[in-house]
Structures are given as structure tokens and as C-alpha cells.
């Protein structure tokens, strides 16, 4: 079954630091790949989203890249700033048999130091 | 626009006891979902409907009941709780598959502690 693996965290920066939380994933077809993000005592929200290879989706700063070759979707920022810290889901969607199947990664929880 | 909305926020009940969780969405999505959210495991399926009066298994259905009666509401339901559905709770909505709209929008969560 299809299935997403993201880097172990948690993981700690300082303010204006370089950040890259890793995700890659197995599917069957063709799937649109998330980030979702979960400040603390929130539910989850999009982040950002791409739909076909090659896509790059981009909100607040922070940049995924979906690599069909090496099945990725790494997310990257390039100065963090304390209010992101959060904890990270990487996810994907895909059609399936019984409709749309959802499958989130374990999430990577990131602090961000001033 | 409420977005998804449910409640309560938090729960403490006793093993055995049983209790109704509500979610409720006014954006006209077809799909529901619930997950529980335990550390270290991310989001796991529990139940899910993809439409008003269907509703299908997850990952991990087991000692979960759900009812879609309305196309806006999606009920989780514990008969009969224990320890080790004590967790946060989900909810999520979306569109059809074929819109070309596949994002889901989350509920703030329901914490649930079972004694």
C-alpha cells in the first residue's frame, strides 16, 4: 500500500537557520503530495500542496519540489523563525478502489531557538 | 465560514462509559474522515464516508462506531470506552475525488482521556 516516510525528529535550529525536513513516499499511481503543519494545541493545516511532478508549492516562505524520479517532496525554508515552531506532516492523496485514500507521514516536530 | 468545527474539546471519561463526539462542516464537502493522533504514530484512519448515509472502515476501526445522517455532521462513537482510545481526535473534511480539489481541512482536535 502506499505509504510516506519522513526524517525522525525532532529537530532544532536556531533563528535564520537553513531548515530541510525530508519526505518520501510509495504509490501505486500518480499521488498529490502535502505538507501539512500542527502548531501546538491546533488542528492541522495545509501548508502547501503539488499535484503533478516537477511542481514546486510555496507558502510563508517554506518550498516542497515534487521529484516523481526519486519519489520526494522535501520541504525547505531558508531563514526559520520561532513562531515555526511546529510539527510537520508530509502526506499524499491518491485515487483508489474505494474512493480517495489520505496517507500521512509521522510527523517531524521542529523548535526553532532565538 | 466555520471551516470544521468539533466538539467537545476535551473529555475525560471512565472505562466502560460511552460517549458521542460531533463534527460539523459548512463547506458542502462530500468526504469525512476521523483519525486519532497518538505520539510518535501521526494520524491514523479510524472511519471515514464519502458520502451523506455511507460510511466505511479506516485503519483502525475497532471499538469506533460512526454515523454521516447529514451530509454536514459525522459522528464518532464510543460504546464502550478504554485506556487505549485515551487520544486526540480529528476530524477532516474534502471534496470529491474528480474535482480536482483533494486538500482536507482539519477540526481543531478533541482530547479524550479514558480512566
Known amino acids: 500500500g502506499d505509504s510516506v516516510t519522513q526524517m525522525e525528529g525532532p529537530v532544532t535550529l536556531s533563528e535564520e537557520a537553513f531548515l530541510t525536513i525530508n519526505c518520501t513516499y510509495t504509490?501505486?499511481?500518480?499521488?498529490?503530495l502535502f505538507w501539512y503543519v500542527q502548531y501546538p494545541g491546533e488542528g492541522l493545516q495545509l501548508l502547501l500542496k503539488a499535484t503533478k511532478a516537477d511542481d514546486k508549492g510555496s507558502n510563508k516562505g517554506f518550498e516542497a519540489t515534487y521529484r516523481k524520479e526519486t519519489t520526494s517532496f522535501h520541504l525547505e525554508k531558508g531563514s526559520v523563525q520561532v513562531s515555526d515552531s511546529a510539527v510537520y506532516f508530509c502526506?499524499?492523496?491518491?485515487?483508489?478502489?474505494?474512493?480517495?485514500?489520505?496517507?500521512f507521514g509521522p510527523g517531524t516536530r521542529l523548535s526553532v531557538l532565538p | 465560514n466555520a471551516g470544521v468545527t468539533q466538539t467537545p474539546k476535551f473529555r475525560v471519561l471512565k472505562t466502560g462509559q460511552s460517549m458521542t463526539l460531533l463534527c460539523a462542516q459548512d463547506?458542502?464537502?462530500?468526504?469525512m474522515y476521523w483519525y486519532r493522533q497518538d505520539p510518535g504514530m501521526g494520524l491514523r484512519l479510524i472511519h471515514y464516508?464519502?458520502?451523506?448515509?455511507?460510511?466505511a472502515k479506516g485503519e483502525v476501526p475497532d471499538g469506533y462506531n460512526v454515523s454521516r445522517l447529514k451530509k454536514q455532521n459525522f459522528l464518532l462513537g464510543l460504546e464502550s470506552a478504554a485506556p487505549s482510545q485515551t487520544s486526540v481526535y480529528f476530524c477532516a473534511s474534502s471534496y470529491r475525488p474528480g474535482t480536482g480539489i483533494d486538500t482536507q481541512y482539519f477540526g481543531p482536535g478533541t482530547r479524550l482521556t479514558v480512566l
Open positions: 464516508s464519502v458520502g451523506e448515509g455511507t460510511t
Open positions: 502526506a499524499l492523496s491518491e485515487r483508489d478502489n474505494y474512493g480517495q485514500n489520505f496517507v
Open positions: 463547506m458542502n464537502h462530500e468526504y
Open positions: 504509490a501505486t499511481g500518480y499521488p498529490s
